[in-house]
Every structure is written in structure tokens, then in C-alpha cells.
């Protein structure tokens, strides 16, 4: 089916040097974290580079000459909270996750590596009842409001109402899931809530509206996720997370193709997100720019940012140091093997391209 359209052209040195084969003799059982669920506790997810590898089987093509090799992939409802517990207990690998979760993980010393950002420059929506007055993000004021906590909205909202002068005590945040604000907005039972796409679908039903998104006027809001290796896996399995890697530079590459932008949608489809409110989330994206899994000095200048947004508004209790989080050798090495040194472009810290 789709897998034989990404045959692309492989180097033979650099990769073969990060990544020797694996012995059947060692078998290993490799674990993938997603912080998220699809409807209906469906598999698969949406909306980054992660749910497009995952669900075109790019990482099981890589390794499927290497039976040692098995991996098992866990979708997490409790969303990037759940995934930091998993770590915790040494229950993850590789994992995906936003840029708040993340955060407090390396605050509360969970140690992992950056190695490619997964989805970047997404925007936190605002929804209300579908009949609601509220228009701007100042009349939240004195409002109650969901939110999960813990999680890359959490962090893309306070900066959302820093941005028009609020803050955390001039409303009511109330601590509920995606399904449950969802819920909570339908039945009027909050007056608006943070979040992400799901509003749209509901907002398509005649339910909410969705009155605001940050990419309107707050950029500093965007949203980051990356793919991250526990540094005991990577320090044990280097040959491994080296074709891991590739594998998702894989599902990088194809998901920034402008010509897949349908089969794209369908893909992230088995998500159960209708392919209505997945067209919508990406009108007028640049599917190259969102897709971009570089870890250049725009990448780098978020973490840092956000990492001291979250000790600014109080959601870690600690400064942590982002410069020694990234772990770029396995990235360039399969944008290299696969011929890709030209298609991304970086940009500075300002989200300028870098001649």
C-alpha cells in the first residue's frame, strides 16, 4: 500500500557506522510513548510526524530484516503527565510528547534526549458554547475555564492570556481532559476551554465555536512537540535509535510533501478525527515549515523560552538547562543517508529563514 512510495535512496557510511545491525541473539523490545489517544481509544493519533510514521509502519520497515528487534507502541489519554509517570518508572523508550510535559520532566530529573521535533508552530484554540457572547480572550475574566493541566496547552494558555492581561487568578481554571472539556463546552457547564482541533469537529456539529486560535496574535503560543529517548536506551541501543530516527526522518520528509497533503489527512484519518476538521486545522499551513524536524536555533530558542515561561508562571519550581537536551547527530546523519541536506531550511531564533 503506502509504504512502497517511501523507497527512498540511502547512503551506505554514515548511518552504517551510528547503527551496525542488531543480533537476533539480543532480542530487545523497544517502547514508544504517544501523549495522546485517537477517538474512541483508537491506536493511532494526529496531527504531527509521530502519528504519520506510526501509521504508515515506517519504523517496522526499517527493522523488518532484524526479527530481534520488536517494538510496542502505547497511546496515552492522560496526554503528557501520563507519559512523564511511564518514564518515571522506566516503562518508555523513545516518546512523544509537547513542550510543557516535557519540561517538567527534565525539572523533576527525568533524563532523555531531544532528538527531532515532531510537529512545530501549532496553534492553542479557545472554544465556547455555541451561543455564548464571549469574542476575545480579555472577557475570560472572571470566567470558568477548562484546561488539562500538565500539558503543551497548558503552557501555550497562560502565555495566550499573559498576552492580553491575565493571568491564572482573574478566572476559574478547571482541570479536565480533551473529552471531558468537550463535554463540559456542549453542556455549558464551563464558559470556554483551551485546546486543540477537536474543537473544530464539534464546532462543525453546531456545539461550540471556536472564537480565538494564538497564531491569530500570539506566536510566542505555538505549540512544539519532539520525538525524545530515554538516555539509558540511547546510551545502550545507539545502533538502534539511529534507525529509529531515520524512520521518522522518513515520515518528516513525506509528511512536508505539499503533493500528500489528502493522503496525509487520510492517514492521520485513522485517528477517527474526520478528515473535515483535520483539512481545516491545516488550511494554509506550509506542511514543510510544520513538519520540520530540525533542532535549529528557532527549535532551540522555544525550549529555552517556554522553559522559563513555566518557572515564570509557577508550573516548575526549579530553572533547567535546554542546551545539553538536544541530541542532533542521529538527525543529520539520516538527513544525510537520505539525501535531504537541501529540503528543510533552518531558521534563527527570530523564525527567520538561515541563508
Request: aromatic residues 8%; charged residues 20%; positive net charge.
Given at each position: ?126 472554544a465556547v458554547p455555541a451561543q455564548s457572547s464571549i469574542q476575545r480572550i480579555a472577557e475570560l475574566r472572571g470566567k ?212
Amino acid at each position: 500500500m503506502h509504504r512502497r512510495n517511501f523507497s527512498l535512496a540511502l547512503g551506505a557510511l554514515s548511518l552504517a557506522t551510528l547503527a551496525p545491525s542488531v543480533s537476533a541473539q539480543t532480542p530487545v523490545v523497544v517502547r514508544l510513548g504517544y501523549s495522546g489517544i485517537g477517538a474512541d481509544n483508537r491506536q493511532f493519533a494526529q496531527g504531527n510526524t509521530w502519528a504519520t510514521t506510526h501509521a504508515l509502519g515506517l519504523v517496522e520497515e526499517e527493522f523488518k530484516n532484524d526479527p530481534g528487534v520488536k517494538f510496542e507502541w502505547y497511546f496515552f489519554r492522560g496526554a503528557g503527565p501520563a507519559v512523564n509517570e511511564a518514564l518515571a518508572n522506566k516503562q518508555l523508550d523513545f516518546y512523544s510528547q509537547g513542550d510543557l510535559p516535557s519540561i517538567i520532566g527534565r525539572a523533576s530529573n527525568l533524563r532523555s534526549k531531544i532528538l527531532l521535533v515532531g510537529g512545530t508552530r501549532r496553534p492553542v484554540y479557545l472554544a465556547v458554547p455555541a451561543q455564548s457572547s464571549i469574542q476575545r480572550i480579555a472577557e475570560l475574566r472572571g470566567k470558568k475555564v477548562a484546561l488539562q493541566l500538565g500539558t503543551n496547552n497548558h503552557l501555550a494558555a497562560a502565555t495566550v492570556l499573559k498576552a492580553h492581561g491575565l493571568g491564572s487568578k482573574d478566572l476559574t481554571l478547571v482541570n479536565l481532559d480533551s473529552a471531558s472539556a468537550n463535554a463540559a463546552l456542549a453542556s455549558n457547564e464551563v464558559d470556554a476551554a483551551f485546546g486543540d482541533v477537536s474543537f473544530l469537529l464539534l464546532q462543525a456539529q453546531g456545539l461550540v465555536r471556536v472564537a480565538y486560535q494564538s497564531n491569530q496574535d500570539t506566536p510566542a503560543a505555538a505549540r512544539v512537540g519532539s520525538t525524545f529517548v530515554s538516555e539509558a536506551f540511547e546510551s545502550q541501543h545507539p545502533e538502534i535509535v539511529a534507525r529509529v530516527v531515520k524512520a521518522f526522518t522518513r515520515g518528516a520528509h513525506w509528511s512536508s510533501v505539499e503533493a500528500n497533503r489528502d493522503e496525509l489527512i487520510k492517514v492521520w484519518g485513522k485517528s477517527g478525527t474526520p478528515d473535515s476538521v483535520l483539512r481545516a486545522d491545516l488550511d494554509g499551513v506550509d506542511l514543510k515549515l510544520r513538519h520540520s524536524p530540525l533542532l535549529d536555533e528557532y527549535t532551540r530558542n522555544l525550549y529555552r523560552t517556554k522553559a522559563a515561561q513555566a518557572r515564570e508562571f509557577g508550573l516548575i519550581r526549579r530553572d533547567i538547562e535546554v542546551n545539553d537536551w538536544f541530541e542532533p547527530k542521529y538527525l543529520n546523519a539520516a538527513i544525510r543517508e537520505l539525501k535531504l541536506e537541501s529540503f528543510w531550511t533552518p531558521h534563527n531564533a527570530g523564525d527567520k529563514p538561515v541563508a
